[in-house]
Every structure is written in structure tokens, then in C-alpha cells.
């Protein structure tokens, strides 16, 4: 099993009053009813965004990764309150650079508030997991090192008009 403390996590996040969902599509999450019912949201995390797609083709792999972070600024703009931010944590590097992450917010309507190193000790028990469809997902490899995400960047976005 990828993620073996789901159960556990879901748990764990529930006592402390979180609302776990699952089957939320980012890029369309503003129609889903559980999502929308909670809104205004004041803090969206979306930490490693991957369509999980499996594309070779790092073009197509790039435009993929680019309508997903497009579709999920748009999708939460309308759940968002005036002061909320939107959080984007990506890798360094490429083809990470090349989706454009801060041009394509722009485009949407965010600017970055601040920008600052992913540091995964704010989240127990977090370990790299590449992208469902990865032919390594169940390598041993794949589980170990943070390195993986060494000089990963969390972008905190928020929506110009709350400037």
C-alpha cells in the first residue's frame, strides 16, 4: 500500500477537527459540495501538484502539469475569502521551472505574498511518494529520501483584489 497511515493520518486530522475528503478534483473543486459548503476557505494547500498522468513527452507532461495548477486557481478563487492564500509547494528545477507556476497565478489573478523552503517537519511523518502511474511508485526508493524534494519552494499566493 503507497500510503500504509492513511487510516491513521485521516484520523488524526479528524480529531483535530479537520474535514478530510477524498475524490476532490483541484482543478474543479469549486463543484464539489463538500468543498464549496466550507467556503469562504482562508488557507488552500496543494503541496507537489501532479496530474499523475504518466506522460513521456515533456511537452505534453508540462502542459498537463500547467492546466492543473491553471484549472486550480481558477476553481478556487470563487471559495476563497478576501484575505485567504493559496499555497503551492513545487520541486526545483525541471521540468518544475518550466509549469510557470507564479505566471500562470498572474494570469488568474494572484500574486505571490511570499515565497519560502518546503520544510517537511512541519508535516510529521512526511516522505516523498512519487505520482501514481510512476512504474517506481513501490520502489523502496521512492519512500526514502526528502532529498527528493531538496530546495522545493512553497508559493503563497493570494488573490490581487485582497491587496
Not at 497511515?5 to 459540495?33: H, I
Not at 470563487?78 to 526545483?92: Q, R
Not at 510529521?124 to 512504474?135: F, K, L, V
Not at 519512500?143 to 483584489?161: K, S, V
Amino acid at each position: 500500500l503507497k500510503y500504509d497511515k492513511l487510516a491513521e493520518n485521516v484520523e488524526t486530522l479528524r480529531s483535530l477537527g479537520a474535514t478530510v475528503l477524498f475524490g476532490v478534483d483541484a482543478a474543479r473543486c469549486d463543484a464539489c459540495t463538500g468543498v464549496a459548503k466550507r467556503a469562504p476557505l482562508e488557507r488552500v494547500l496543494f503541496n507537489f501538484p501532479h496530474p499523475g498522468s504518466g506522460i513521456n513527452d515533456q511537452a505534453r507532461n508540462i502542459s498537463s502539469n500547467q492546466a492543473l495548477i491553471r484549472g486550480s486557481f481558477q476553481a478556487c478563487a470563487p471559495l476563497l475569502a478576501p484575505t485567504a492564500e493559496l499555497h503551492v509547494t513545487l520541486k526545483k528545477g525541471e521540468p518544475y521551472n518550466s509549469w510557470n507556476a507564479v505566471a500562470i497565478g498572474k494570469m488568474c489573478g494572484y500574486g505571490v505574498n511570499r515565497c519560502t523552503p518546503f520544510r517537511p517537519e512541519l508535516f510529521p511523518g512526511y516522505a516523498h511518494r512519487r505520482s501514481i502511474g510512476d512504474e517506481h511508485a513501490g520502489a523502496a526508493a521512492a519512500f526514502a529520501p526528502n532529498a527528493e524534494i531538496a530546495g522545493a519552494r512553497t508559493f503563497a499566493f493570494g488573490p490581487f483584489a485582497s491587496r
